[in-house]
């Protein structure tokens, strides 16, 4: 790719890895500094909440103003918000500093999350999309691998005020790269004719009507909440079960951490390789992710947690490939990009969710127990959706049958 197609994904790959530094610290941080597994997952739904319900903010946003601008913003306002979580940590003290600046560069993210999305088509019109969306990835995945490797090589030398301050050079970093996409491109954005009369809350409006009615889409979004449950729980608690309860160093935490993104990114090139049906993928996706939450609530060992581990943010994103072709294909192409900020968002506020509950139930050694009960109603949710949705298919069929046979007899009439 060119210059500036390699400017705009640099500006990606140091936006992400500055992101995956800050959702390392956090419950690391937090733990061995309580350790109590209660306020790593008391701080992650702090930290997690925001990024997911401004989605629908976000899209309206790129509707009425250049999404260049809400990119440059976000990555912008991130460097901020470091400094200022690092500077209020120095005058008062607390690491509520971290979890504050966190969930701010949380919602910055997603703001930049979708002003790249919304980009992407207008940026690449002479490359194949197919390319171009093999590059993001490529760039996103290094971030992800590289991320927690670089934070705790750095907790090893340095505080974590000091790391923050990496995560805040890396977010100048990606607004430097994507300002100098802009001059080598001389992109301009190209706003559609109604984004300036659209009102607020049309979106929203239009995007809950079609998870009402549109056939499918709200049992794609109850799957998915169902399996962000287990993702939220094991974001919340791999600190903690790694550090405190199978008592490893945080050499072994990075480790782990480092693991599960090589391991996404295996399955992401197989799944590239080897054609799979769309079915296959959201059934083998599910059962792996529910085993993975049950193996590592329920084993003894750091090994055992490890695979459990590695299934669930593995097959993650297998999971995500066939929520996304699925629901492609379900969503009007109009209506796209605000049906689906309104998804990701109910998609996601499990996530939240779960961290919620480790910190009101994991206490007192119940860590395991939580995690296991969580994973046992992911399982149930994936049932009851499924039945559902097989009577639904029945009812839907015995209409068409008796629709058509009442056919010949309308013929006559």
Avoid at 158 to 176: I, K
Avoid at 365 to 373: C, N, P
């Amino acid at each position: 790719m060119r210059t500036q197609h390699q400017a705009f994904f640099a500006s990606l790959f140091f936006s992400r890895l500055a992101d995956q530094i800050l959702l390392f610290l956090v419950p690391l941080v937090v733990f061995q500094t309580t350790q109590q597994p209660t306020w790593s997952g008391i701080a992650f739904f702090i930290e997690a909440l925001p990024r997911y319900i401004v989605f629908p903010v976000c899209g309206a946003l790129c509707d009425r103003m250049s999404p260049i601008t809400v990119l440059r913003a976000s990555q912008r306002f991130r460097a901020i918000a470091c400094a200022a979580g690092i500077a209020g940590f120095v005058t008062v003290g607390g690491i509520g500093w971290l979890i504050a600046l966190s969930a701010v560069c949380g919602t910055l993210t997603s703001q930049g999350l979708v002003a790249r999305e919304v980009l992407l088509p207008q940026v690449f019109t002479s490359e194949r999309f197919e390319k171009v969306l093999s590059y993001a990835q490529i760039a996103d995945q290094v971030g992800v691998v590289l991320g927690p490797m670089l934070a705790g090589l750095l907790l090893g030398w340095w505080r974590w005020e000091y790391v923050v301050c990496v995560a805040a050079v890396l977010f100048v970093a990606a607004d430097g790269a994507t300002l100098l996409w802009q001059r080598i491109s001389a992109f301009e954005w190209t706003a559609h004719e109604h984004a300036v009369a659209v009102e607020w809350l049309a979106p929203v409006k239009t995007a809950l009507a079609h998870v009402v009615r549109l056939p499918g889409l709200a049992r794609l979004v109850a799957l998915a909440a169902a399996e962000n449950l287990v993702i939220g729980v094991t974001l919340a608690t791999s600190a903690a079960m790694v550090t405190g309860a199978h008592r490893r160093p945080d050499a072994f935490y990075t480790f782990v951490q480092t693991a599960g993104a090589v391991a996404t990114i295996v399955i992401l090139l197989l799944i590239a390789r080897v054609q799979i049906p769309r079915k296959a993928l959201g059934l083998v996706s599910f059962l792996a992710i529910f085993a993975g939450g049950l193996m590592a609530g329920l084993s003894p060992s750091a090994w055992g947690y490890v695979a459990g581990f590695l299934l669930i943010v593995g097959f993650d994103k297998m999971f995500s490939i066939y929520i996304r072709s699925v629901r492609q294909a379900i969503i009007p192409a109009k209506d796209y990009g605000k049906t689906l900020g309104v998804v990701i968002m109910l998609n996601n506020l499990t996530q939240p969710l779960a961290g919620l509950l480790v910190g009101t139930f994991a206490g007192n050694g119940r860590m395991s127990a939580v995690v296991v009960a969580i994973a046992l109603a992911m399982g149930a949710m994936g049932l009851v959706v499924t039945l559902v949705s097989m009577g639904v298919g029945r009812r839907r069929t015995s209409a068409t049958v008796a629709s058509s046979r009442e056919r010949p007899m309308d013929r006559t009439d």
